[in-house]
């Protein structure tokens, strides 16, 4: 494992001019950050060695490279989850990739359903903390301890300067944010009535299919991790409706300026 990262690093490497600062994750409808990069260089997923394939629509799966608020970055447009196939290694894969092409720090993005009953739906939550709901963790197996300890500290899963800096760009910019605690489990099936409220009752605020297992292996790595999501439909007991993957979609597209000038400005101030 170890030696395919860093041969897909050298690959990687060897086809940019720049060193990422920031790596940043675009979740579902959210690929709009791109179009505030000032691109210097794209590769498509499946020219890159050893990295999955990403098989949802609404995923376009390529990195980018490029300067984003002053800041050189690597975002990727399209990620990869538990729900198609993919193994918590493959599903992780591309942060550690990250990691060795120079990252400090990783900005993830997504949409979520939310159950807390002051939320509303095209909300902006920042993640403050996550509950991993997946059957699995992505740091089972033999501990790679070049990348990170056996035994990780998550007290700090989701950093705390980051997400203070990001209120203060919320608010100068009128923008309403929520914050809460993401709660990630495999999909595909959005939730039954009884499930958003059994992750209520666990403690969360939002539930989605993504991000804890690459927030996992960011922290592993050491990486400050910062995490937004898009409330795009509610778990919430007399407000639940039917949720499709297009509603999904079309409610983060409109949320997503916002979420988008947020990023773009916490970039300016680290
Ligand atoms: N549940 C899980 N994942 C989601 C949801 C949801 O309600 N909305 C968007 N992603």
Redesign the pocket.
Known sequence: MLEQIKTTAAYIKSKISIEPEIGIILG?GLGGLVKEINIKHTIPYEEIPNFPVSTVEGHTGKLIFGELGGKNVVAMQGRFHFYEGYDMQQVTFPVRVMKFLGIQKLFVS????GVNPNFEIGDLMIINDHINLFPSNPLIGKNMAELGPRFPDMSDAYNKDLIDKAKQVASANNIKVQEGVYAG?T?PT??TPAEYKYVFNVGADA???STVPEVIVARHMGIPCFAMSII??L?VPGKIVQ?THEE?QHVAAQAEKKMTLIMKELMKLI
């Open positions: 579902t997504n949409a979520s359903g489990l999909g959005f939730e539930v989605g299919m795009t439909d778990g949720v999904v």
